[in-house]
């Protein structure tokens, strides 16, 4: 399904965890986006990051502006994976295959790399990790341990422009994927909002809560892309 000219799959979660898997066991690299309305609201003004969400592996949906904009569309999405969970997924398939993972950490974030570190080796004692904090806006140049996942949170659009530039210089690993504040959770430093408010598609006002300075980018998620969908729809 098209949402703002951005295809996006529209699969089960077994669906999803399948291919990532396939990802993983095939040696070729992946790129892996998981898209939500400020996604596309981006994309709209931005052509390289809209050829870049194109050119992704697997686009999944995130976020339950999302789930409205299909229905709009006049489809039923199978699955909403927030990309908290999906990176959770990513991790726990890694572990399992004893592969490594790399973590392109934005330096002037809530969480440094060794945080992070210390969080996932107490999830995943024996997952081999490396990173490092780096300035999202001086990324040239930047040379990185060979890994079969690479996991980075500069925000979007610098961490899908970031990993599509790894796929442009050959890299080896097999998944590569923007996290977001997915660390932020795993670290403590954001608490995720509750089940109950994620299933209802609340959990925007949570984040609203904690971090007020983003209201301007829950605004464009909860009002102005829904009826950028809406105008878009009527026009076709």
Known sequence: MRILDVFIDNLTREE?????GMFLDEPRFHQIATINP???LEAEKNRDFRVVLEQCNLRVADGFGITLAFLLKGE????????????????????????GIYLAIRKDGLSSFEEIKRALLEKYPT???????????????IR????S??????GAPMQELFLAQLKADSSPSRIAMGVGGSFDYLTGKIKRAPVWLRVLGLEWF??????????KRIWNAVVVFPFRVIFATIGK
Request: net charge positive; hydrophobic share 40%; glycine share 4%.
């Open 127 to 141: 997952v081999k990790i490396d990173g490092a904090d780096i300035d999202p806006y001086q990324v040239s140049g």
């Open 16 to 20: 999803i965890r399948t291919r990532v």
């Open 206 to 215: 949570w984040r609203l809560i904690q971090q007020p300075k983003r209201w």
């Open 149 to 154: 996942v690479v996991l980075c949170n500069f």
């Open 38 to 40: 400020e996604f596309l």
């Open 76 to 99: 039923r999405l199978r699955y909403r994976f927030p990309g908290a969970d999906l990176t959770e997924e990513v991790l726990k398939l890694a572990d399992k295959k004893q592969l």
């Open 144 to 147: 990185y341990q060979v890994s």
